[in-house]
């Protein structure tokens, strides 16, 4: 099935794309939230955020196992085994990462939360510093992952091969 951003790209990479483009501007409101004190809304925008990432993950998986597309002029383009295979190697050990590093920063921000006087969750003063390191490390992560997620469906579906 065809998909809705105008490039070759069947329908499921369109959706795995928009989904890692809405990833950055998601993080950028969590931080701004945690930020200014808002941290219900920070803990409900990340752990969205989180899961977001999470299913497309596994569903381009699943979608890539199952019926997976070859692009023609890849696998002759000079790049593909000097750029594009490692690329693709390297995009794949940083999602598997991030997913895990930003499911434990998450996870372990669930687990250890309190409630503030204000209603909002809070840490204490040596959580806070640990969550804010490790947060930072997965926003930069979750951005990175997103970002060579896009290289890669520019690489396959909107370079010119002149095919
Ligand atoms: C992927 C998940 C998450 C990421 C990447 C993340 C990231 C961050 C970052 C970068 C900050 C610091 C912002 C600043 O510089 O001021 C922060 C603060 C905070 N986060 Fe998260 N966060 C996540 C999930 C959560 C969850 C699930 C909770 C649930 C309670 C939470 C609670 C807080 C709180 C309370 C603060 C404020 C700490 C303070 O300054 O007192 N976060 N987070």
């Known amino acids: 099935m065809d998909g809705f951003l105008g490039t070759r790209a069947p329908l499921f990479p369109d959706v795995v794309v928009a989904s890692l483009a809405a990833v950055v ?3 950028l409101t ?11 809304a920070h803990k409900t925008v990340m752990f969205a955020t989180y899961h977001v990432l999470l299913a497309v993950v596994i569903a381009f ?38 997913v895990l590093f930003a499911g434990w920063v998450t996870w372990r921000a669930i687990r250890r939360r309190s409630e503030g006087a204000d209603g909002q ?8 510093g640990h969550h804010r390191r490790t947060g930072w490390v997965a926003v930069v992560l ?15 579906y909107v370079h010119d091969y002149g095919g």
């Open 25 to 27: 501007p998601l993080l």
């Open 61 to 98: 998986v699943v979608w890539n196992a199952v019926a997976g597309t070859t692009v023609d002029g890849l696998e002759e383009a000079w790049f593909y085994r000097s750029f594009y295979l490692p690329f693709i190697a390297g995009h794949v050990v940083l999602a598997v990462f991030t």
């Open 142 to 156: 979750l951005v990175l992952t997103a970002a060579s997620g896009l290289v890669i469906y520019w690489i396959r």
């Open 121 to 128: 969750p809070s840490f204490d003063p040596k959580e806070t």
């Open 30 to 40: 969590g931080v701004v939230l945690a930020k200014r004190g808002r941290t219900a």
